[in-house]
């Protein structure tokens, strides 16, 4: 079965640009989580979703990112348009229930440089 | 809030030499630890879980770790290093709130593990 995908890999943009980054999800899990981790910071919630709908998005930094879900399958997080401060690894997780004693299963993240 | 401090950002170890990695969590009345490993150009893989139960989990690779609620830590050990586990690790607790659930993690640790 196949794990958590998300694209790209890597992604290197100049200030003000936008980046679009997709997140695939383990099929059937309708829970999906954005997070993000900064200059080897800790990594930190952006938002989750329960199939299309956004359940939480109290993580997201400022109204340049935008995420969607349409369909309840992938979702894609925007950044428009980026700043410096922005660089940093993009993790996604899925799991098909939502709870304190359920894994989430992450992807490999994008590496997003803003130059 | 939950919190997750990881104590040391970086841990060097010897091959075939015991290594512990120092987790301390905030206290809650419910707690779900967890530590993660990110291997260079992987994504995060789930190295072991606390839910409930024995206070002693065994995870992948010859991990174990020890939940010690006096204490609130959640300390990661191995017996023996092998090079293969230089990576990065995240311990994490589950945060639930009326947003619903959340991983929260700490900074992480690097281990580098020497010939």
């Known amino acids: 079965e196949a794990g958590v995908t998300q694209f790209p890999s890597h992604s290197v943009i100049e200030k003000g640009q936008t980046v679009t980054l997709r997140c695939d999800p383990i099929?059937?899990?309708?829970?999906l989580y954005w997070y993000r981790r900064v200059m080897g910071k800790e990594i930190k919630f952006l938002l989750h979703?329960?199939?299309?709908?956004?359940?939480?998005e109290s993580g997201m930094p400022n109204n340049r990112f935008l995420a969607e879900r349409t369909g309840g399958t992938y979702s894609t997080l925007k950044v428009q348009p980026a700043e410096l401060e922005d660089s940093g690894v993009y993790f996604c997780?899925?799991?098909?229930?939502?709870?304190?004693?359920?894994?989430?299963?992450f992807g490999q993240g994008t590496r997003l440089t803003v130059v | 809030a939950q919190s997750v401090t990881q104590l040391d950002s970086q841990v060097p170890v010897f091959e075939e030499a015991p290594v512990e990695l120092r987790c301390n969590y905030s206290?809650?009345?419910?707690?779900?630890l967890f530590w993660y490993v990110q291997y260079p150009n992987q994504g995060l893989q789930l190295l072991l879980k606390?839910?409930?139960?024995?206070?002693l989990v065994k995870g992948i690779n010859g991990f174990e770790a020890e939940f010690n609620k006096s204490q609130t830590s959640f300390h990661l050990r191995k017996p023996s290093v092998h090079i293969s586990d230089t990576a990065e690790y995240f311990c994490?607790?589950?945060?639930?709130?009326?947003?619903?659930?959340?991983?929260?993690f700490g900074a992480g640790t690097r281990l580098f593990v020497k010939a």
């Open positions: 997780a899925s799991s098909q229930v939502a709870g304190g004693n359920t894994e989430a299963f």
């Open positions: 099929s059937g899990h309708d829970n």
């Open positions: 979703f329960v199939k299309e709908s956004k359940q939480d």
């Open positions: 206290s809650s009345v419910s707690v779900y």
């Open positions: 606390y839910l409930s139960g024995s206070t």
């Open positions: 994490a607790v589950i945060q639930s709130d009326t947003g619903g659930f959340k991983t929260i």
